[in-house]
């Protein structure tokens, strides 16, 4: 073989690469346009809403025991799925979740409609206790995250995520007054209160 058609064999294999190395790349992007994101996960939630309020709409109009037992038992199954959304998309976006909830209103609606599935709702609440404040490094120590926790008791702990500016001045030790929504163990904070706590251990 002369050396230019070695040449041009070997010019072919090159731009085959290249092609091959722009596919691949492509399809990178589209997976990663893929991946759902705050936008998903509030739509989702906007979907489960509009799923409860008319599961709700139709128990008012439901006659008959067997009926109503049917939507108690696609409400659960929505409400749970509901909660979950809720949960996550307190953690991803938070002004967005605090949107998303149902009013206090609302809540009490679905509640005596659907007794069982009561547990599942959230909650408007004003939660009171210190604070601890953690940083998580990730494993190639390259990122990190801040988890706030509010201590309610002895035993229980409940995740803090801000709708608002306010996180970044707490410290652990703090005492924080934190009204918001509650979904479980992890609450969106609508407004707070800060009592710094001092050197000597007294609150200013």
Not at 84 to 91: D, F, N, T, V
Not at 173 to 180: I, K, P, Q, R
Request: proline share 3%.
């Amino acid at each position: 073989m002369s050396e230019r058609k070695l040449a041009r064999v070997v010019l072919s294999l090159f731009l085959q690469l290249c092609v091959l190395a722009l596919l691949v790349s492509a399809s990178a992007v589209v997976c990663s346009a893929a991946t759902p994101g705050s936008a998903d996960l509030g739509a989702n939630v906007r979907a489960l809403n509009n799923r409860v309020l008319g599961l709700h709409a139709q128990a008012q109009q439901a006659s008959g025991e067997s009926g109503q037992s049917v939507l108690r038992t696609q409400a659960v199954a929505a409400l749970q799925q509901r909660a979950a959304a809720l949960s996550k998309l307190i953690q991803n976006d938070p002004q967005q979740a605090l949107a998303l909830a149902f009013s206090p209103e609302a809540l009490a609606e679905l509640a005596a409609r659907f007794p069982d599935s009561a547990a599942l709702l959230e909650a408007h609440a004003t939660l009171s206790g210190p604070i601890e404040r953690w940083i998580w490094d990730s494993a190639d120590l390259k990122s990190h995250r801040t988890q706030v926790l509010i201590k309610i008791g002895q035993s229980r702990s409940v995740e803090l995520h801000f709708a608002g500016p306010g996180e970044s001045a707490l410290s652990s030790g703090d005492v924080v007054e934190a009204s918001g929504v509650l979904v479980g163990s992890t609450m969106v904070v609508s407004s707070s209160t800060v009592h710094h706590v001092a050197t000597d251990g007294t609150a200013r």
